[in-house]
């Protein structure tokens, strides 16, 4: 009986978890992309080179309208994966590298696997 008090039935935390506050707004960052019009628009603007598009490149991409497609870049920008540059009478949307590093990071879970014990963590 002394062994089975002496087990602990969880395994330490590998990491910091996020606070309620960062979760918060990340799973706003989360449901932005849930869009799959939004997380085209990523995609799109991420594979262009140096992380920018015109607003000209993502228009034609889509069979939505305009409008549309400002509201979609508008939600994008709050939740800060996009941000934007007026070059005279065309708009350039950027990829936020730190946004897409922090979520990355979150959605790696390499680290947690490596240090989880054999059996556990439901590897791959």
């Known amino acids: 009986m002394e062994l089975l008090e002496t087990l602990e ?3 330490p935390l590998a ?4 606070d309620t506050e960062h ?6 960052v989360f449901k932005a992309l ?6 085209r628009i990523v995609s799109i603007v991420a594979s262009h ?12 991409s889509f069979d939505v309208s305009q409008p549309t497609i400002s509201h979609h870049l508008k939600v994008l920008k709050q939740v800060g994966l996009l941000t934007s540059e007026r070059r005279a009478s065309w708009v350039y949307y950027r990829i936020v590298p730190e946004m897409m590093a922090e979520l990355s990071a979150l959605l790696d879970v390499s680290g947690a696997l490596s240090v ?6 439901g590897g791959r």
Do not use: M
């Not at 990491?15 to 996020?18: A, F, T, V």
């Not at 979760?23 to 706003?28: K, N, Y």
């Not at 080179?49 to 034609?60: K, S």
């Open 9 to 11: 039935c969880c395994s």
């Open 15 to 18: 990491g910091e978890p996020l």
């Open 23 to 28: 979760a918060a707004r990340l799973a706003r």
């Open 34 to 39: 849930g869009d799959p019009v939004r997380l």
């Open 49 to 60: 080179g140096g992380g920018e598009a015109c607003v000209c490149d993502l228009t034609a």
């Open 116 to 121: 989880s014990p054999a059996g556990r963590g």
